[in-house]
């Protein structure tokens, strides 16, 4: 065998992925300014300029998160790492879980539990709408052992939102210690971690945070800190053993844990940052603002919301596909012919919902008008009555009527 044998068949050029506007469930757009701080020298992982960095980081996420925990950090992986970090440090074999199942990720959940070992009792919701407190109740009442609640605050799969603070009330009356998803709603709606006492949270680099995907902000209270001390077990994960994990992250002497990807987290300092620039209150009221305006959009094409206007998440429109209207074909034309990004429907809603994401800097006035003008064309196209510019105009009505800027 010849070395050259092994090239591949077909004849290898330089990528360059096309401009395209993402509106879909996530990835969002990456802010120029953080693609262009990914590109900046690479440094080594225990170099002391690049560990200031990574102090800042943790404040910058402390104020993203609303938190004074000590634990707060990034995950070197997407969301689900995160979210499989916080199960397999907390659960130990035979651990009582109540998990809330409203969409894909309680399912996903649900799943973490048991491959950790842990019993999970399932607290269903119907897709579309938010966690029921009183179901959750219930079940810590029937289920008095129970050590952990776990729930997804924003249900990207259905655009719900939960009401966290209550949740983690109700876990807390029962002395269950909180793991909570909000991978689609850091940055976009509020979390506010320790007024709300949740003891583990974990998010996502790629929905509010116009940042690439790969990280995951996590952020772990003092209780979760005396959990996994007083473990009985080692941690089933080597990599995701926060123990092992804080003699890199945590402040004083630093040793190698893993190659930490440095230029990806450049990347999240630099969208934290910006966060942080914004201010929080101005990110949150941002995304309503703008889902304000794609709402007013969305009515006069005749698409309803999945959610009931008071659980639905302002950065996730979830909307039913109107009768008689090729779905994929629309979703086709919107990526070939304008290079815009919506997100299809899933499990039950396949078919039947789009998902239009209203995320971090993909949330802007220009967008909004953009993808209502994009969709009337394609709809009208296609044969459904529809007045032409009267999207647009809605849109631009509830700009008028809701000035933010
Ligand atoms: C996107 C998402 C995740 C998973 O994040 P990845 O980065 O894709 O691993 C988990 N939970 C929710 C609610 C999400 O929206």
């Known amino acids: 065998m010849n070395t050259e044998d092994f090239r591949p068949e077909k004849e290898i050029k330089i990528f360059y992925p096309p401009q395209r506007v993402l509106m879909g469930p996530g990835p969002s757009d990456t802010h120029p300014r953080v693609l262009n701080a990914m590109a900046r020298p690479t440094l080594g992982h225990l170099d002391p300029v690049f560990t200031e960095m990574m102090e800042e980081i ?26 499989e970090m916080c199960f397999v440090n907390m659960i130990e ?3 009582k879980v109540i998990v809330c199942r409203n969409g894909v990720f309680g399912g996903r959940m649900i799943e973490n539990v048991e491959r950790h070992g842990g019993v999970a009792v399932v607290v269903d919701d119907k897709w579309g709408e938010p966690v029921d407190p009183q179901k959750v109740e219930d079940a ?36 269950c210690l909180t793991i909570v998803d909000t991978v689609t709603s850091l940055g976009g709606t509020p979390i506010k971690v320790d007024e709300w006492g949740i003891d583990a949270i974990y998010s996502g680099s790629q929905k509010c945070l116009s940042c690439p995907p ?8 003092e209780r979760v800190t005396e959990l996994v001390k007083n473990r009985k077990t080692k941690v089933h994960s080597w ?34 940052l910006m966060l942080a620039e914004e201010g ?8 309503r603002y703008n889902y304000e305006a794609l709402k007013a959009g969305f009515a006069t094409l005749g698409m309803s919301y999945v959610v009931a206007e008071q659980h639905r998440l302002p950065q996730l429109n979830s909307v039913f596909v109107p009768a008689g209207v090729d779905e994929k074909e629309v979703r086709r034309r919107l990526l070939d012919d304008y290079s815009l990004e919506i997100g299809a429907g899933l499990g039950d809603f396949a078919g039947k919902v ?5 995320m971090g800097t993909s949330c802007r006035v220009e967008n909004v008008i953009f993808c209502l003008n994009a969709l009337e064309s394609i709809l009208s196209d296609m044969g459904m009555k529809v007045e032409r510019g009267a999207a647009a105009a809605a849109a631009h009505q509830k700009y008028a009527e809701n000035p933010m800027f």
Request: net charge positive.
């Open 280 to 287: 929080l209150e101005h990110s949150w009221a941002r995304h």
């Open 239 to 272: 990599f995701m053993d926060i123990g092992l994990l804080l003699n890199y992250w945590g402040s004083s002497t630093r040793t190698y844990h893993h190659t930490a990807p440095t230029n990806a987290l450049y990347a999240l300092h630099e969208s934290l």
């Open 354 to 358: 789009w998902r239009f994401g209203l």
């Open 58 to 83: 943790k404040g910058l996420m402390r104020y993203a998160f609303q938190t004074k925990n000590r634990m707060t950090f990034s995950v070197s992986g997407p969301g689900s790492v995160g979210m």
């Open 214 to 221: 790969g990280l995951s902000p996590v952020s772990f209270s």
């Open 93 to 95: 074999p035979g651990d």
């Open 140 to 175: 810590l009442k029937k289920n008095p052992d129970t050590k952990i609640v776990a729930f997804c605050h924003a249900e990207t799969s259905t655009g719900a939102q939960s009401d966290a603070k209550t949740l983690c009330e109700i876990a807390r009356k029962y002395n």
